[in-house]
């Protein structure tokens, strides 16, 4: 797994810091909300969780309605990404009528997923830092009272939740 956090480093690297670097920055990928283009750029700036999801998966609706909660819950002080991969617009635009994001969702395109690579699973999340730094990555589904605390620490903000994680 050292080489996907590796990999997604390499995806987040400032424009310019290497020839061969491609930045997450860099797409320009269409909304599953509409037939716009979303640029990835518009998501610098605040800290974002990506998660990959993908047709027919119960474990993506999950982690979905999860960050649904927490994005409300932790008053916007991230961004959630949904990027759909693994199937036809088609599908996917089912899959988004099912899951209902309350934040952005796209469907990731064909030189995307050729540069992330064979994903392990779905759902599979990626946290990235208001610099655009990849910070780590979570593979699965990661419920309200784990994620919370993840997110807490990884991006140095406090939710007002109903639920406080107590360890032990």
């Known amino acids: 797994m ?4 590796a990999l997604i480093t390499l995806l987040f690297a400032p424009a310019g810091a290497t020839e061969a670097a491609i930045s997450l920055y860099d797409f320009e990928l269409r909304s599953l909300a509409g037939p716009e283009r979303i640029n990835l ?16 998966c119960p474990w993506c609706f999950r982690q979905v309605r999860t960050l649904n909660r927490l994005a409300s819950e932790c008053s916007q002080q991230f961004q959630p990404i949904a990027l759909g991969i693994n199937g036809s617009r088609k599908a996917l635009l089912a899959e988004y009528r099912k899951l209902r994001p309350e ?9 995307f997923q050729q540069v992330l690579g064979e994903t392990p699973g779905t759902p599979f999340s990626f946290l990235i830092a208001s610099s655009g730094e990849p910070l780590s990555w979570l593979r699965g589904y990661i419920p309200d009272k784990k994620l919370q605390p993840i997110l807490e ?10 639920f406080t994680f107590q360890p032990g």
């Open 2 to 5: 050292r080489t996907w956090l």
């Open 41 to 56: 750029q518009q998501f610098k700036g605040k800290p974002s969780l990506i998660v990959l999801v993908e047709p027919n």
């Open 103 to 111: 934040f952005p969702m796209l469907q990731a395109s064909t030189q």
């Open 153 to 162: 620490r990884s991006f140095g903000f406090k939710c007002e939740s109903s």
